[in-house]
């Protein structure tokens, strides 16, 4: 998967680039990330990219004419590699990012991520060129660096043989609509705590009946928002019945 991301701070990028199962990606040619700076698109000795806003107010806002310099820089290396790669501004008014929105990402050969600054970017920008907005939360960064990054781990976790064994994305929280459910490993007992009795019998269907309704428990109690959208099949409802969750 390729990414182009366009930053003012792409030493940032460091952190997915050099450390991790990212970094293992890349290396591996499985991820490509391209940092495209703004600043070195302008034309004044300062390298400027921002300008105080029309009608007033706090705050910079980024200029359009820089960012769309390194836009279609960016895009042109998206060209040249023949993949298919749309522009994504990081904004806290833009989707919020989930499972759902990761699979949908997963179509495209890569993203061109732009990372915004300041007050904000230029709206004739993202008019032009900005193909999608996503966002990781409701609430506001001082950049869209780390929502970039949560955005490309999330997309290069999920390609083939990145994760050494490719059942550890698809059954984590979010993928099945629940969240996950408890993970065990050695000693067998700490400060007195032992690991459940099934966990150790190798009796699989009932290590998958313990781990679904231990998913359904979590659920309920943390995101019961979740689980109302839930639609479990009819193995689920057996299990559910037999462990008093539903009628």
């Not at 949560?150 to 083939?160: A, F, G, K, W, Y």
Request: proline share 6%; aromatic share 10%; net charge negative.
């Amino acid at each position: 998967m390729f990414f182009a991301v366009i930053s003012i701070l792409p030493q940032m990028f460091d952190s997915i680039s050099q450390f991790g199962i990212t970094a293992r990606a890349i290396a591996r040619n499985q991820a490509e990330i391209l940092l495209v700076n703004p600043r070195d698109f302008t034309n004044d000795n300062y390298h400027r990219i921002d300008e105080r806003p029309f009608g007033g107010g706090p705050g910079m806002v980024m200029m359009a004419e820089p960012l769309e310099k390194a836009i279609l820089f960016a895009k042109q290396q998206v060209k040249n590699r023949g993949k298919n790669c749309p522009v994504v501004y990081l904004s806290p008014q833009g989707k919020t990012l989930n499972e759902a929105l990761v699979l949908d990402y997963c179509q495209y050969d890569g993203l061109i991520l732009l990372c915004g600054r300041y007050e904000g970017i230029d709206e004739r920008l993202i008019e032009q060129y900005v193909d999608m907005e996503c966002s990781i939360g409701d609430y506001v960064l001082t950049g869209g660096e780390l929502p970039a990054m949560v955005l490309m781990d999330s997309l290069i976790r999920r390609l083939p043989d990145v994760m050494g064994d490719d059942l550890s994305a698809v059954c984590d929280s979010f993928v099945d609509g629940l969240l996950d459910y408890p993970q065990y490993t050695k000693p067998l007992t700490f400060h007195g705590k032992t690991v459940p009795d099934v966990l150790l019998s190798g009796h699989h269907a009932n290590i998958a009946k313990w781990r679904f309704v231990e998913q359904a428990k979590r659920t309920i109690a943390r995101r019961p928002d979740l689980w109302q959208a839930f639609l479990p099949n009819q193995s689920q409802k057996k299990w559910l019945k037999e462990a008093n969750l539903i009628d």
